[in-house]
Nanobody, 133 residues
Framework: QVQFVESGGGSVQPGGSLRLSCAAS????????IGWFRQAPGKEREEIAC????????YYTDSVKGRFAISRDNAKNTVELQMDSLKPEDTAAYYC??????????????????????????WGKGSQVTVSS
C-alpha cells in the first residue's frame, strides 16, 4: 500500500526558509514521480512542484520558481522541498503524493512529455507552513 508522510513544516517570518520532507513507501517498482501540493484556507489544492525519481527531472509552478527546490533521495525514499524567500502567500498546508505514468487516477505531473497519475486518496496528512511577521 502506497503511503506518504510529510514533515518539516512550521512558522517563519517573510524571507525565511523551511525544508519539507515527503517519505514515500509502498511503490513496487521504480519509475514514479512525487509531487508537492499546497492548499490555503478557502482555496483549491494546487500543485507546486514535482520530480521524477528516475532521472530527477523537475517541474515548478511559476509562483515558486527560483525560490523552491525539489530533490530526491532514492536511498531513503524521500523527496525534499527546500523553500527559501518565503512569502505570506506561501502559507498553506503542504501535501505530497506520487504515482506512475499509467493513465489511471488523477494526472498531477508532466515531465519529459509523460504524465504521471496518483490514485484517489493517495495523500499524506499534510504539513502546515505559516509565513507571518
Amino acid at each position: 500500500q502506497v503511503q506518504f508522510v510529510e514533515s518539516g513544516g512550521g512558522s517563519v517570518q517573510p524571507g525565511g526558509s523551511l525544508r519539507l520532507s515527503c517519505a514515500a513507501s509502498g511503490f513496487p517498482l521504480p519509475g514514479y514521480a512525487i509531487g508537492w501540493f499546497r492548499q490555503a484556507p478557502g482555496k483549491e489544492r494546487e500543485e507546486i512542484a514535482c520530480i521524477s525519481t528516475d532521472d530527477g527531472s523537475t517541474y515548478y509552478t511559476d509562483s515558486v520558481k527560483g525560490r523552491f527546490a525539489i530533490s530526491r533521495d532514492n536511498a531513503k525514499n524521500t523527496v525534499e522541498l527546500q523553500m527559501d524567500s518565503l512569502k505570506p502567500e506561501d502559507t498553506a498546508a503542504y501535501y505530497c503524493t506520487g504515482g506512475y505514468p499509467l493513465y489511471t487516477g488523477f494526472r498531477f505531473c508532466v515531465l519529459n512529455g509523460a504524465g504521471y497519475f496518483y490514485e484517489q486518496g493517495h495523500w499524506g496528512k499534510g504539513s502546515q507552513v505559516t509565513v507571518s511577521s
